[in-house]
C-alpha cells in the first residue's frame, strides 16, 4: 500500500472518530434532537448526584427507573382533573372519597432522612365520614410511561370542617423519593396503588439562592381591605426588614387587588391565585386552603428567605427598642445563650380600634394611630412567630406545627422586647370588651418610626397622610 493510501486512510479514521466522539457527547449533554431533555437530581446535603440538574442525562436512567415502576399502576393520565382552576383533583373513589392537592414541593432538606429527599403535597382531603382510605403515591419521570410508587407518610395539619356528610381536613403528605432521581410530577391515588391517576402535579424544586433576610407569608386573602391600610401595613413592615410579601388571593375586590398589583409590579409582592378546595366559596371553605398556602409559601421560600414572618394584615409584630428584626433576632438570641433559634414566638396585644385615638396623627395610619391596648395576651394565646424555614416540616397561622428533628430552640420572646401588635375591632364579650376598653396600657413602640413611615408612604402614589 502506498504511503499515500495509508495517510488517506490514517485521516478517514480521524474524522470518524471525531464525529462519533462529537455525536456520542451531544448525546450525553441533550443536544441531539430528540434525546431526552436534562434529567432533575436531588442536591442534598449529604446526597451527591450523578450529575447537576442542569448537566447531562445520568447513565442507566431508564434502568434503575424501569425496576422501580408500577406497571399495574396505569399510565399517565391524558388530562388534569381542576377544581376553581386552582386544585388538582388527583385522588378519588367510588365511595365519594377525594383529595385535592394545591401543590408539591422538592423537600431537598436530608436532615429528616438520612440518604434521600420527599416530595411534599400540600392537600385538603374529603373523608365521607371520618375514616379515610390508604393513600398511595405516585411519582412521574421524564419519558418513563408507569409511576414509581413511593412510601407516603400522613400528616394531619389542621382543624377541618365537617359539611353535611363530607368530613374535610387539610393533610401534609410526604412522598419519600426512592431513588436520587426528582420526578418532574406526583399523583395520589386512593385505596390500591393500582387505582388510576386522575391529575398529574409538577413538583416545585425550590430555588436555593438566597433573596432576602426577612419574607412575609400571609394565609389567604378574600373580600375587601382598606388600601390604605394594605400601605402602611406592607410598608411599616419594610421599615423593620421585610424584602418580600406573598399574597394568596381569592375573591378579592378590584381595588384591593389594584394596591396589592401595584406592589407586584415594583417586585415587592408576589401574588398568586388561591380558591376553596370544595365548590363552595362560604368564609370557613376559604379558610380550608390556609395551611395549604402558609406551606406553599414555606416551601417556595425555605432557602430564598432567612427566616419566614407569620402575620395576619391586621398585625405587626413591633420590636420596642431595636430599629429592625435583624438587630432584635441577634439580640434575643445572644441573650437565650442558645447556639441555634429555629423559632421566635411573639406574645399578642391587642390593640382594639374601640380606644379612644390620637387625634394629633394621620386619620389614616392606625399603627401611630391607636397606641393604647389590652394587656398582653396569655403565652399561647394567638402569638405570632418569625422562623426558619428550613427548620420547619409544616407551618400553621401562628407557629410551626411539626419542626425538622434539629437541635434547635423555640423561644417565646419577652414581651419588654417586642409584641404582635393587633389592630381589630372589640372581638370579646361586651362585659369584656368594658373592662378591657378602662383598663387600656399606653403603649407608643411604634411612633419612633413615624417620620420613616411617613416618608416610606408619600413616595407610594395616592397616599398622603394628613
Not at 401588635?421 to 369584656?432: G, V
Amino acid at each position: 500500500m502506498s504511503n499515500r493510501k495509508i495517510c488517506y486512510c490514517f485521516i478517514a479514521i480521524i474524522v470518524f472518530c471525531s464525529i462519533s466522539v462529537i455525536v456520542f457527547t451531544k448525546y450525553l449533554v441533550g443536544l441531539w434532537p430528540g434525546n431526552l431533555s436534562p434529567l432533575r437530581l436531588f442536591h442534598g446535603p449529604t446526597v451527591k448526584p450523578l450529575w447537576p440538574v442542569d448537566g447531562p442525562t445520568a447513565p442507566g436512567y431508564y434502568e434503575h427507573l424501569g425496576r422501580l415502576t408500577n406497571p399495574c399502576a396505569g399510565e399517565r393520565p391524558l388530562s388534569n382533573r381542576v377544581r376553581n382552576d386552582v386544585w388538582y383533583l388527583t385522588g378519588q373513589s367510588h365511595s365519594g372519597h377525594e383529595v385535592a392537592v394545591f401543590s408539591a414541593h422538592l423537600d431537598d432538606r436530608s436532615s429528616e432522612r438520612r440518604n434521600t429527599a420527599a416530595v411534599r403535597v400540600m392537600s385538603v382531603v374529603n373523608w365521607k365520614g371520618h375514616a379515610g382510605p390508604k393513600v398511595y403515591c405516585l411519582l412521574w419521570y421524564y419519558n418513563v410511561s408507569h409511576p414509581v410508587v413511593a412510601a407516603v407518610e400522613e400528616l394531619k395539619t389542621g382543624r377541618g370542617l365537617s359539611v353535611g356528610d363530607s368530613h374535610y381536613e387539610e393533610k401534609l403528605f410526604t412522598c419519600v423519593l426512592p431513588t436520587w432521581h426528582v420526578p418532574e410530577h406526583v399523583s395520589l391515588t386512593l385505596g390500591s396503588e393500582c387505582n388510576p391517576a386522575y391529575a398529574l402535579v409538577p413538583v416545585i424544586i425550590p430555588q436555593r439562592a438566597r433573596m432576602h433576610d426577612f419574607g412575609v407569608c400571609v394565609a389567604v386573602a378574600y373580600g375587601s381591605i382598606n388600601g390604605t391600610r394594605i400601605k402602611e401595613w406592607v410598608e411599616f413592615h419594610r421599615l423593620l426588614g421585610v424584602g418580600e410579601f406573598n399574597i394568596y388571593h381569592g375573591k378579592l375586590d378590584r381595588m384591593t387587588l389594584d394596591v396589592f398589583t401595584a406592589y407586584s409590579k415594583q417586585h415587592v409582592v408576589a401574588l398568586r391565585q388561591i380558591a376553596p378546595p370544595i365548590d363552595n366559596w362560604c368564609t370557613w371553605c376559604q379558610k380550608l386552603a390556609t395551611i395549604a398556602v402558609l406551606n406553599d409559601c414555606m416551601y417556595r421560600n425555605m432557602h430564598r428567605y432567612k427566616y419566614m414572618v407569620v402575620v395576619d394584615f391586621d398585625e405587626i409584630i413591633v420590636p420596642h427598642s431595636d430599629v429592625n428584626y435583624s438587630e432584635m433576632l441577634q439580640r434575643i438570641t445572644r441573650a437565650s445563650q442558645s447556639a441555634s433559634v429555629d423559632q421566635f414566638a411573639f406574645r399578642n396585644a391587642y390593640f382594639f380600634l374601640d380606644f379612644p385615638a390620637d387625634e394629633t396623627q394621620p386619620r389614616e395610619l392606625v399603627t401611630l394611630r391607636y397606641h393604647t391596648r389590652a394587656a398582653v395576651s396569655q403565652p399561647g394565646v394567638a402569638v405570632k412567630s418569625i422562623l426558619n424555614p428550613r427548620g420547619c416540616v409544616s407551618m400553621q397561622n401562628h407557629y410551626c406545627a411539626k419542626r425538622m428533628p434539629r437541635d434547635a430552640t423555640v423561644l417565646m420572646v419577652d414581651p419588654d422586647v417586642a409584641l404582635n401588635h393587633h389592630y381589630k375591632r372589640c372581638h370579646l364579650t361586651a362585659d369584656e370588651c368594658g373592662y378591657t376598653l378602662r383598663h387600656g396600657v399606653d403603649d407608643g413602640a411604634t411612633q419612633r418610626f413615624r417620620e420613616q413611615l411617613l416618608d416610606n408612604l408619600a413616595k407610594q402614589r395616592g397616599i398622603t397622610p394628613r
